[in-house]
């Protein structure tokens, strides 16, 4: 069996892999088996981004997201009955813990009972074989791969493979996953899972998706990075009725979702993660009244908070527009402070659909010249110290200075900037020692004027900013004199 460790240690991010590091010395402290599973697993072999951790434990995840709770981890919503816990893990990194489990229909499309169960049976219970594999994070066969049901070769082939022949009975909200999966990954569905698929369809059960189960899937459509692609499969095959009547008669609002999509490429270009969920569950709605939206999201589960939040984020948003081209924030630095702050889903509506031009046009200076500038500040922080500035709060404060110069336009070249550092901090230029006969006059010159990076303070200038007067230091007099003789 390979070992996956490495892999998965390259693939995550910092905060992820403290987490996962976490939920293993929980789950070893508890005594309970861990495993990586789901979409983690699935994502990772792929080569998808991870876009949150799925762990599986045999035993109860409620004590893990107790104890997770104490360090910051926020749990988002915690189902007892299935012993499963969404959680946000402290460093802002989404995932989930679940009890292993089996499902036991007494017949097919009956409710299942449940039977915490090895993480084998919990494999095997899953929806599709791609789905269906894990990754263990136990000491002793830490990275060994679990893959019962062959899930590796399926993504070989690009396909997506049901596992059982009752899959879509037992539980029709699948109709809708194997179709998303497939239009994600660019995967077809197996021949098989295909007639079993059809089979359903032609038996309507689509119309018997429960709307909480159409409401899951709603949700992950949101977080998807190509909302089209899947709403589009899903409207070939007249399964968006299945999820809601009016957002079939109505029609997604593909312009809107496409054009944030878009803005997702330019934030990520800008090196911002951005969660989109909020703003795209908007865009899919967008042709729906206001009143619509609500009845829609009411009826498919959503809890009041989460409804609210959609509702209210236009709004919102708008609000944070006009401030961000009011009066106080006319200074960049004001207008950067600002956006530093704002969600970065609310950045993204803005900028895909405000008709407030002055707030979009801020939002791209951000994006495009000062959150480079700001990422370019400890290059600065070097400058300043290579002219003889000690570290201290003056030091800090010029620096601040010196980047809400850059802001407006000013030291865009080494030696701007060295100006400006030494008329802030008050540290004159060494002056040029004097010529001696027969030296090459080149050499002397490029001798007293060194950029400002390469250049090393001389020692008696080193002294903190507050000691030195606008005057000239007495040592740069004293130099001045000597030439002067
Ligand atoms: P995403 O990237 O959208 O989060 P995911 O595979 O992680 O994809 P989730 O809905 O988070 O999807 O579910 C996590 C895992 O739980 C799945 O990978 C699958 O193994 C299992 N699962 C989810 N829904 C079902 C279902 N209806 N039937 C069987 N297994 C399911
Ligand atoms: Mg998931």
Redesign the pocket.
């Known amino acids: 069996m390979p070992d996956y460790m490495f892999l998965l240690e390259s693939r995550l991010l910092p905060e992820q892999r403290a987490a996962m590091l976490r939920v293993q010395e929980l789950s070893a402290a508890l005594g309970y088996n861990v495993y990586l599973?789901?979409?983690?697993v699935?994502?990772l072999i792929t080569g998808a981004t991870l876009?949150?951790l799925?762990f599986t434990v045999e035993g109860n995840p409620s004590k893990i997201a107790r104890e997770l709770e104490k360090g910051g981890a926020k749990v988002i919503a915690e189902d007892e009955r299935l012993r499963h816990v969404e959680i946000l893990f402290a460093g802002d990194c989404e995932g989930?813990i679940?009890a292993a489990r089996d499902?036991h229909y007494v017949r097919p499309g009956t409710r299942p009972e449940i039977r915490w169960s090895t993480i084998m049976e919990d494999l095997r219970?899953?929806?599709?074989s791609l789905?269906?594999i894990a990754i263990s994070l136990n000491p002793a066969s830490r990275g060994l791969l679990l893959d019962p049901t062959n899930g590796l070769s399926d993504i070989e082939r690009a396909e997506v493979r049901a596992l059982i022949i009752h899959s879509f009975t037992n539980?029709p909200?699948?109709l809708l996953?194997v179709l998303?999966?497939a239009a994600r990954m660019g995967f077809k569905l197996e021949q098989r899972t295909q007639e079993w698929f059809d089979l359903a369809i032609e038996r309507d059960l689509q119309h018997t998706i429960a709307p909480e189960?159409a409401g899951?899937e709603l949700r992950?459509l949101a977080?998807?990075e190509n909302p089209t692609a899947i709403l589009k499969s899903w409207e070939e095959q007249d399964l968006l009725e299945a999820v809601h009547p009016m957002l079939a008669k109505k029609h997604p609002d593909y312009d809107s979702i496409n054009r944030l999509s878009k803005v997702r490429d330019d934030l990520f270009m800008a090196g911002l993660r951005p969660r989109l969920a909020t703003p795209m569950m908007l865009a899919i709605l967008g042709r729906l009244k206001d009143r619509e939206q609500g009845s829609l999201l009411g009826k498919l589960g959503f809890r009041s908070a989460e409804v609210e939040r959609v509702l209210e984020f236009e709004e919102e948003a708008h609000g944070a527009a006009k401030e961000l081209t009011g009066k106080k924030l006319a200074a960049p630095i004001d207008a950067y402070r600002f956006l530093e702050k704002m969600p970065v889903d609310t950045m993204a509506h803005l900028f895909a659909f405000s008709s407030n031009s002055g707030a979009v046009s801020k939002i791209r200076a951000y994006l495009n010249k000062w959150r480079p500038l700001r990422l370019g500040i400890p290059s600065v922080a070097n400058e300043l110290t290579a002219i003889g500035m000690p570290a201290g709060p003056k030091f800090d404060a010029i620096v601040n200075q010196v980047f809400a110069m850059q802001l407006t336009g000013k030291g865009k070249t080494p030696e701007e900037r060295e100006k400006i550092l030494r008329k802030l901090s008050g540290i004159k230029e060494q002056p040029k020692p004097k010529e001696t006969k027969g030296k090459d006059k080149k050499g002397a010159k490029t001798a007293v004027k060194p950029s400002a990076t390469a250049q090393k303070p001389a020692a008696h200038f080193v002294k903190p900013a507050a000691e030195h007067k606008p005057a000239k230091p007495a040592a740069a007099k004293k130099l001045e004199k000597r030439k002067k003789k």
């Open positions: 599973t789901g979409g983690t699935r994502d876009r949150d799925d989930s679940a499902d219970r899953r929806d599709f789905n269906a539980q909200v699948r996953r998303r999966f189960d899951a992950s977080r998807e």
